[in-house]
């Protein structure tokens, strides 16, 4: 073989061997974000933050590692809105809390099944690390990062609540979804998208309210991995999370409850009040059928405290819906829950009932008396976000302070949609009720004096949204 025959060989080699490197390096990084595990190289999962007792002052955060990462730490300081875009980290100007690690045992998919709906589960552990994070200052942008003191999540923003009661022209708006629900990877996409679009309807929301179900297999860890990481800019968005019955006793090991050394939020039911707005969030996993005694004496003594009692509006977040006219409606569960909380509402006032597990559109008319009779109102609509909104202004005394109470379940905001016939029930006394075949995402804007819900379907295909409904409570 000639000199020039050789060299043709050699650089033809080292062409293929260039090519090869190249596509395995494609194939690391697509299968990478494949695996909802994009958001750093050091492996850092399910980033949650929640807000502590106090949203004024406190923040919590959860999130995973492998098991050889036992340091568990939140940095952060406040930013202007304009160093908050530049998503850079200045360690030098940082604040930090220590946290804690335990080992959690779970699993994942045996490898090859990761895209079937009822793959089989290998065990794997992870360390999943909380820090309660208090001494914040009121209405204050923070950026942040976690990790163990060398490797760092991708910085975030967070943002405390203000100082100051809702009044006539400055309240605030937060983003309610439900149900996401996904069994795999394709699921979660769509759960990308819907997230995407609510916040960019509301990129102002102050948090995101998730009704519950989040995962459709509480024991496989690679669908909550992609819960969390692939909507883009979640980790700048504290979640008031439900827990679902699909959550189960996983629910506590993603989302980081309460205080230090609080006992709230313990069996994943707590309540909060942002800009005097009292919200209380049940967990109807805690209970055999209807709530726990112990549930339901704190749900009582949450209600009749002094913050709910002088709130502008009192709202309830619960997963299993106790309200509603379709699917579930009639499980024993549920007329339990119908029987032992209905009356619980009604007593304290509640002006709305936040419910999900059924997935569909829901609204029934202001409710007294257990739900059994409709309460005396006026209609008007407004405009508002450029929709047409149906307000409700309910009559003083028609059998309790609120006037009545809402019951109103957006719909699910995954892949899962309710479209099985049901059976007649007079007794619920619905005002809109209606099969989905696109999730949803709804925003709620409060002031004093109103509260409107946007509730919008996602077009699966061409990712565009449409209002299902838009109504709100007029005071
Ligand atoms: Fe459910």
Redesign the pocket.
Known sequence: MDQKKKKQIVILGILIAAMLIVLAAVLIISSAVRNGRKKTAENIYCIAVTFGEDPKTQKNFSWYTETETTGSIVQYYPVTAEEAKKNEFDAAKAAQTEGFSETVDTYLPHEGEEYSASASLDPKSYMRHGAFVSGLTAGTRYIYRVGDGKNWSEPAVFETAPDETVNREKGFSFIIVS?VQGYIYSDYELWGNVFDQAYKKCPEAAFAVNL??FVERQENALVWQYYFGIPDGFGDLTTVPVA???DDKMFLKYFLLGSKDGVTGLNGYYSFDYMNVHFTVVNTGDGSKDLSKAQLKWLKRDLESENSVSATFRIVLI??APYSDRNHADDPDITALREQLLPVFDEYNVDVVME??DHYYFRSEPVVENGTVKAEYTTATVNSRGENVSVFTLAENAGSAAGGVFYFMPGASGVKQHSKSFREMPEILTARSELMTNPVFCICDITADHIYFFTYAVDRYRLMSSAVECWGIQK
């Open positions: 149900d519950g179900d679902g019955n699909k997963h299993k999900g597990h």
